[in-house]
């Protein structure tokens, strides 16, 4: 009989050990989980900074070509012999043509810049909206608890065991 009380004794501590273990292991990798959700987040606020200073790089190249293309047309077409400035002239109308097309090229850049910027800034949301998430699952997890509990349920289940009824 001193066996069989030691083996539910035993049982009943490794249950509990056992609990305690797992709850722990749980609680540090939500942890782990929410800083590196924490870290992404971080990671896309700089994205996004990145995108807009790269965007206005490739906002002021495209100025800067748009700009010469014009003053390639107003030259060569000075040359020969015509007046790009003047209303009315082919000339002013291919030079407006092309002042029109680079602020179009410019206005999508724009817009380009500014799709993807919002885009890192939700993926940056949704990394920060994970790393809540994972802190309240680390916050769920009670080691002490769950050792505790699993060793009542252990003792419970071994109580016939453990707490012979004495017959008289």
Known sequence: ???VTAIAVAGVGLSAY???SSSKANKKQARSQAEQAALNAEISQRNAKDIVERGNDALFDQKIATLTSMS?????????????????TTGAQLYRSMAEAGEVDISR???NIE???????????NF???SNQFKIQSRGYNPLLSGFTAGLGGLNQNA??????KVT
């Open 1 to 3: 009989m001193a066996f």
């Open 160 to 165: 016939d065991i453990l707490f012979p009824a």
């Open 109 to 111: 850049l724009r817009e």
């Open 18 to 20: 056992g609990a305690y």
């Open 72 to 88: 390639q047309v107003r030259s060569g077409t000075a040359a020969a012999g015509f007046v790009v400035d003047s209303a009315g």
């Open 128 to 130: 920060t909206a994970q």
């Open 115 to 125: 799709r993807e910027e919002q885009r890192a800034l939700d993926q940056g949301a």
